[in-house]
């Protein structure tokens, strides 16, 4: 079962060839450094970065002092992504004036929009490579061309359909946890959006594929495992059988070993009674592999109008019947959403809708964003762009809001037992652990540091709305 994007064998093998070639260039040791914004597909394609750039030589530094290649992989989907993605590559200056053989490369979806290359060149004269996201495979081939040529060499996107995956991956070793992307890309076009305009249209990783890089990875012992896509959901329709996110969440499932299966994002518009059902059926549990009791389904918006303005396919209430439908058969489910206030011409009233429909989901937590403007999207050019005052006033009544919510949620499971992965010393009290349970609730709790990357079952004692506090059961 195939799908038409795989790179072909030459495109593979020539990347190879380059990978041999920069390896070649010298045997003095070489470091790289990664900085990453942006979702989890970008977390991947470090990862991708890494392995193939551990291939040609350099080995992975968190210093980026010492680095002799610095990658910067920026995210465009908000305008505050890259302005911070820019300012830090403007501090990575210094680094290349004391060492200018040191390379500079600004990759991933900022720099996959035409209009970046112009900028970049005139703003950034010291960034030597520019690589658009769906351009990651041709990494190999830049470097070594940097590296015989000079010059700046900015490839942006011309390869929007390509599935990179036999090439390189270097993950954190021994990590507890992983990202597996199940498919690329997405055809949704939603209003506001840029992504399906620098990851390019969706494609399926081959089952069997993904199957086996699940059962390689449980059988080095991570435990947790989360499938990427920007609409996993719609899995499939491009392979050529029938054969849905549902059927792979099952034949995942029936992998023997022990471990936890999460997975985003699900858009309302794919996601239906199946996948519930098989979530239900398979639930996580010791010594054997399921899925999370958990489901992020972005709702972005509770008015009708809005969601059709931002061309989402969906109304509130047929979300609305799936989440009843999903907390009728898994009544512990921990529901998350995306939700963008101020969105062109969004009125006092509609966001009503919105906090309305944060009270009737609700949620264990939310992801809030201001409405940001995105260059080429149809919701630019909307008029009736709402005032920066107007949008920051109505974030600030929806955490409100969402606080409340959580600290009701999260307060039913003091006096419970929860079983979480220990992820190490907490970052706000170094004298406690944090831990995350199947739910994606934090946890923390005292207990020695040894107990990182394995699970715990912890009486749970307090709540707040983002953490649960408790003590290890013995
Ligand atoms: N594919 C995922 C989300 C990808 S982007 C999905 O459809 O759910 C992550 C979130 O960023 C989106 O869900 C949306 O809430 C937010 N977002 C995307 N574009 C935005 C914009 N222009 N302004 C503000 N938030 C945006
Ligand atoms: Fe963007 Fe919509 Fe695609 Fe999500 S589904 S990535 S919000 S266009
Ligand atoms: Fe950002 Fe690209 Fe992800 S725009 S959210 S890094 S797909």
Known sequence: MASNFHLSETEINKQRHYMSLVRAFTDKPRYVYIKTF???????????????????????????????????????????????????????????????????????????????????????????????????????????????????????????????????????????????????????????????????????????????EIRALISDGVREITLLGQNVNSYGKDLDRNYDFSDLLRDICAIPGECVIHFMTSHPKDAGHKLIDVMAENPAQKGKVGIACRLHLPLQAGNDRVLKAMNRHYDFDKYMSL????????????LTTDIIVGFPGETEEEFLDTLNALKAVEYDNIFSFIYSKRKGTPAAEMADQVPDSVKQNRMKRLLDLQNEISRTKNAKYVGKTVRALVEGISKTDSSRLTGRTEQNKIVHFEGPTSLTGSYVSIEVTSAEAHALYGNIKK
Request: hydrophobic share 35%; glycine share 6%.
């Open 38 to 212: 942006g979702c989890q597909q970008n977390e991947a394609d470090s990862e991708r970065l890494c392995g193939m750039a551990e291939e040609m030589g350099y080995q992975r530094t968190f210093d980026p002092a010492v680095a002799d290649m610095i990658l910067v992989n920026t995210c465009a989907v908000r305008e505050h992504a890259e302005l911070k993605a820019l300012s830090i590559t403007g501090g990575y200056k210094k680094y290349k004036e004391k060492k200018p053989d040191m390379i500079l490369g600004v990759c991933g979806c900022m720099v996959a929009q035409e209009h970046r290359k112009d900028d970049i060149k005139n703003k950034y004269p010291y960034i030597d490579i520019l690589l658009g996201a769906t351009l990651i495979h041709r990494f190999p081939e830049i470097v070594y061309t940097t590296l015989c040529n000079g010059g700046r060499n900015f490839w942006i996107d011309n390869e929007l359909s390509v599935i990179a995956e036999e090439l390189p991956v270097k993950r954190e070793a021994g990590a507890a946890a992983a990202w597996v992307s199940v498919m690329y890309g997405c055809n949704n076009f939603c209003t506001y959006c840029i992504v399906p305009y620098v990851r390019g249209r969706e494609r399926s990783r081959d089952p069997q594929k993904i199957l086996s």
């Open 323 to 334: 989440i009843t439908y999903a907390k009728e058969k898994m009544p512990d489910i921990a």
